[in-house]
């Protein structure tokens, strides 16, 4: 088996107030260094991979530790290439100059980019947007397509729905390009996500989706569709475990049990990935 895994996190999770208690989430599993990461890929035979930072409570983390542990990992490894945290949030103006208005750190090929976050009522949609956030969001794209970056976004139910998304794809989907990360998660968010995707593939936008999270039936029917409407799509999936979330070897099997040829499980689990984060 031979792997790419297209979206991962790193950092330091820690101690949050989840759900009304105090939780602390993967003491054991949390990969904060290159060693642990260099570990982590031999002991799952994973040949490349993208790194996000966690992001967690606290709105800073993921700008103040997670970028730099992002950074650190990405120049040390081989084959692991990061995805910086940007936020379009005024508040995080300054924090968010430190990365565009400086040179790129080696590796770095991605942008995680997660409306989870925002307050105040902002979305994803750019109606939802006053100047200053705008601004903000415009010079976050000019900076991914200047250098060629892949701009992550989460996708379930309710306010990460695909449908959510247009708006935002109206207006910057020919501009950069998209990896939606769980295609769609939950059995509402995925009924919504393949037709979409297939759609806006169809269309000619440069987009991409990873499996994680999603539930079982998820990537097989996407499969199925773009075996049908546009077999160029299969080129556009990709396998990724968003560990610790997930589990290399549940993510894994998700694709390899699928009724579908090798050559397409090959593309997912690992050729696709390397071909767009080489
Ligand atoms: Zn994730």
Known sequence: MKLFDAHMHVGRFGKNKMKDREIELFTERDIDSKEKMKEY???NEIHGAVIVPHYNASFEYPFREGNKTVIDVCRSCDNVFGGLWLSPMKRFEELNNEILDNK?????RAVKFSHNSWTGGVTANPRSWDNGTRETAEKIFDF???NKLVVHLHTGSQKSVI??????VEEYGEKVRFQFVHMGNSAGGII???PRFVEWLQQGYDF???TSGSWGFGPEWLIKEMEKKHPAGLDRVLFAT???WGS??????????????NEIKEKILFENGSKLYK
């Open 208 to 210: 991409y989706c990873d």
């Open 192 to 194: 919504a996500f393949v």
């Open 104 to 108: 790129l750190p080696t590796n770095i």
């Open 41 to 43: 890929m031999s002991a």
């Open 144 to 146: 991914c397509e200047k």
């Open 242 to 244: 968003d560990y610790p």
């Open 248 to 261: 290399v070897k549940a993510e894994y099997w998700k694709i390899k049990g699928m009724d579908c040829s």
């Open 163 to 168: 449908n959510s998304y247009t708006p935002l």
